[in-house]
């Protein structure tokens, strides 16, 4: 740790932007793909999805976890910051296969556990 940020501060920081960052993944991916079934390409297209609510929650969640992850890595090294992130891969798989009704393969999930699993080891090191 490069400040003396609490460790579990920093953590619960990081996984509200985890939060932020998953659901605003999910909420800009519907929003695009309802402009994209009316509007399949190019300004037109840009000019249907600003129009969508999902697209600008999105952006802005999106934006809120890159406020969240900039601060983190003020109090925090990155390689501490980075590998907890990736949780947003689990949370974005949960949300794929649940809000957007996508099929997640198993080979998806295993790959998806292994990070978990390193985010897990990083968490607990030193």
Known sequence: MTHAVPR?????????????????????AAGMRAAGRTEPTGWRLAAVAAGDWRVWTGTALMTAFYCMYALALSWADLSFVLPITALSYLLGAILAATYLGEAVTVTRWVGTALIVAGVVVVGKGG
Not at 19 to 27: F, H, I, R, T
């Open 8 to 28: 579990s501060q920093v953590i619960a920081l990081l996984l509200v932007s985890v939060l932020c960052v998953s659901l605003g993944e999910a909420l800009l």
